[in-house]
């Protein structure tokens, strides 16, 4: 499996942007990137996906490096809710892979 | 759309016993998924199930461990002779092929084994 490397924790303030790494310098050319995150005693959620342009959804945007080796998630305004282990993962598109989380970066929100 | 239940939320067992837990997916999704999560871990795969065939069993952890989908529609993970190491949660989740790309996953089964 595709392994990826992510901070084990960040903090941010409220109401400011927050800015996710994760490295992924063994990416094949098939594999999508996708984020999850796992609020309190909550299962997982998706939160965005990509492959080689950059992604924005309702929750989030997703900036692919040039090379692929690295993403950044971006929360363009933090809020408390947002505080959760943010997982960056490697899958091909095919069904038959499943999900293969890592530890994540648990984010803080500052009030 | 009323998202993936599980069901019980809650499962505290005495060591030896058998534990079954039922996963309720997204009606319509053909795609169920079993994880084990541990604490401070991200979720692990176990199996999955496309409608009621089970196409990937080889990462449950052990032979105590079994899961079914008999209609393709809910699914059970059972646990023989639970051991304290079992203790964990188990989440479950579905999606709809040929949409692979987001998984739902319900808010899990916490089983402490004492």
């Known amino acids: 499996d595709a392994k990826t490397t992510q901070p084990n924790s960040m903090e941010s303030n409220e109401e400011e942007p927050v800015h996710l790494p994760c490295n992924h310098s063994?990416?094949?050319?098939?594999?999508?990137i996708h984020w999850y995150r796992q609020l309190p005693s909550q299962g997982p959620e998706y939160v965005i996906h990509?492959?080689?342009s950059n992604v924005n959804n309702r929750m989030a945007s997703l900036a692919i490096a040039e090379d692929r080796k690295s993403s950044t998630l971006i929360l363009h305004r933090a809020t408390l809710r947002d505080a959760a282990v943010y997982y960056c993962?490697?899958?091909?598109?095919?069904?038959?892979?499943?999900?293969?989380f890592g530890k994540g970066t648990r984010l803080s929100v500052i009030a | 759309d009323t998202g993936v239940s599980q069901d019980p939320r809650h499962k505290i067992t005495k060591r030896g016993q058998n534990v079954t837990f039922r996963c309720d997916p997204i009606?319509?999704?053909?795609?169920l998924y079993w994880y084990r999560q541990t604490l401070g871990q991200g979720p692990e795969f176990l199996t999955y199930?496309?409608?009621?065939?089970?196409?990937?069993k080889s990462r449950l952890l052990s032979d105590r461990f079994s899961a079914e989908r008999p209609k393709g529609s809910f699914s059970t993970l059972e646990i023989q002779r639970t051991e304290q190491g079992d203790s964990a949660m188990y989440l479950c989740?579905?999606?709809?092929?040929?949409?692979?790309?987001?998984?739902?996953f319900g808010p899990g089964t916490r089983l402490t084994v004492t």
């Open positions: 063994t990416i094949s050319g098939t594999d999508y």
């Open positions: 199930f496309q409608n009621e065939a089970q196409l990937e």
């Open positions: 009606s319509e999704h053909n795609r």
């Open positions: 990509g492959l080689t």
């Open positions: 993962i490697l899958k091909t598109p095919s069904g038959n892979t499943p999900l293969v």
């Open positions: 989740a579905s999606s709809l092929e040929p949409n692979l790309y987001e998984q739902y």
